[in-house]
C-alpha cells in the first residue's frame, strides 16, 4: 500500500492537488481546476467529503472494493475513513464536490443529525447514481456554498453554511430513496436472501455457538454493508434489520414454549441469548405489541403468546 497521506484540513486536500483554497473549514472543489495530478495514493479522511464523478478516470478504493462509479455517480468519505485512488494513464480527474471540517457544523442542528446521514459509512458497490435533473440539483448547491464562501466572514457565516451544506445531503438522502425505490427488484432479492438465512441460522446450531446473530452479520452474507443493508430493510418493511431479527426471535420463542417442558432460561438459551432477564423483557414487550395490535384491529382483547 502507498503512504497514508492525512487529509485533516481543507487545505491538504487543496495543496495534494494544487488547488486554491478559500477558507480553512469548507471547500468546494473541482479537480478540472487542479494543477497537480498524482497517480496513485491512500488517503486517511480527517474531513467529511462528498464528490461528484463526471467520468470514470480510475478506481477509488473503499475497503475490499473499488467505487461502481460512471457519469453521475457521487461518492462520500467520513473523518477516519481511508480510501485509495489509482488514476488512469493520461487521464484528469473531473470531479467536483464539497470538503468540510466537523468543526464548521459544532453547536449547529447539523452536527446533531450527522450520524442520520449513514450513506458517508456506505460500502464501494454502493455508491449512488444521479439522473441529469439531480445532477443539477447536486451541483446548485456547490455553487451556493461557494457563493457564500467568497461573501465576507460574519457572525452567520456559519450558520448559513451549515444550512447549505445539510440541504446538500438531505437531496442525497432523497436521491438514495429513488434509488432504493427503483432497485426493488434487486431490494426483493435481498429481503428474501435475508429471511433465508435468519431461517437456516435458527434451524442450527449457530445461537448455542454464537448467541444472538447480529445485522452486521446478515449485511455480510449478502455482501453489502451494515448502514446500506440497514436503510434497505427499513424501505421495504417499515422496520429496522434488528425489529426483523427480533421478530423471528420472537417467533420461534412462541413454537418452543408452546407444548414444550423446557424452562424459560433452558429456550432462551437456545435462542442465543446469555442471559434469561434479557429474553423475559424481550418476550414481554413483544407480547404487548401484538395484544395492542389485536386490540386496536378487532376492539377487543389480544391474545397471550401461549
Known amino acids: 500500500m502507498d503512504e497514508i497521506i492525512r487529509l485533516d484540513t481543507v487545505e491538504d486536500y487543496c495543496n495534494l492537488f494544487g488547488l486554491e483554497m478559500m477558507n480553512p473549514l469548507v471547500g468546494v472543489i473541482d479537480l478540472r481546476n487542479a494543477t497537480r495530478h498524482p497517480v496513485s495514493f491512500t488517503v486517511h479522511y480527517g474531513v467529511y467529503a462528498i464528490f461528484l464523478k463526471d467520468t470514470k478516470c480510475g478506481d477509488i478504493r473503499y475497503g475490499r472494493l473499488p ?8 461518492v462520500s468519505f467520513a473523518p477516519g475513513q481511508v480510501a485509495e485512488t489509482e488514476m488512469l494513464e493520461g487521464m484528469k480527474p473531473t470531479a467536483r464536490g464539497l470538503l468540510f471540517h466537523p468543526d464548521i457544523i459544532k453547536g449547529t442542528p447539523l452536527e446533531r443529525e450527522m450520524r442520520t446521514y449513514s450513506f458517508f459509512s456506505y460500502d464501494s458497490t454502493e455508491a449512488l447514481h444521479l439522473s441529469g435533473q439531480e445532477k443539477t440539483t447536486f451541483v446548485d448547491c456547490l455553487d451556493k456554498i461557494k457563493t457564500e464562501l467568497m461573501r465576507p466572514v460574519d457572525r452567520l ?15 442525497c438522502m432523497r436521491f438514495y430513496n429513488r434509488q432504493f425505490a427503483t432497485r426493488k427488484d434487486v431490494n426483493k432479492g435481498v429481503m428474501e436472501r435475508f429471511e433465508a438465512l435468519l431461517d437456516d441460522y435458527y434451524h442450527s446450531d449457530r445461537p448455542l455457538l454464537d448467541g444472538l446473530p447480529s445485522v452486521k452479520y446478515f449485511a455480510d452474507k449478502v455482501c453489502l454493508s ?3 443493508f440497514g436503510d434497505l430493510v427499513r424501505k421495504e418493511t417499515g422496520k429496522t434489520a434488528q425489529e426483523c431479527i427480533q421478530d423471528k426471535v ?7 414454549l408452546i407444548g414444550s ?7 432462551a438459551y437456545e435462542l442465543g441469548y446469555q442471559y434469561s432477564q434479557h ?4 418476550f414481554k414487550r413483544a407480547v404487548a405489541c401484538r395484544r395492542a395490535n389485536t386490540v386496536g384491529r378487532n376492539g377487543n382483547r389480544g391474545i397471550t403468546a401461549s
Open 67 to 74: 467505487y461502481d462509479y460512471r457519469d453521475g455517480t457521487v
Open 157 to 171: 457565516t456559519n450558520r448559513i453554511m451549515a444550512r447549505i451544506i445539510q440541504l446538500l445531503l438531505d437531496y
Open 226 to 228: 451494515p448502514n446500506y
Open 250 to 256: 420472537m417467533e420461534m420463542a412462541k413454537e418452543k
Open 261 to 267: 417442558d423446557k424452562t424459560v432460561s433452558q429456550i
Open 279 to 282: 429474553f423475559n423483557r424481550m
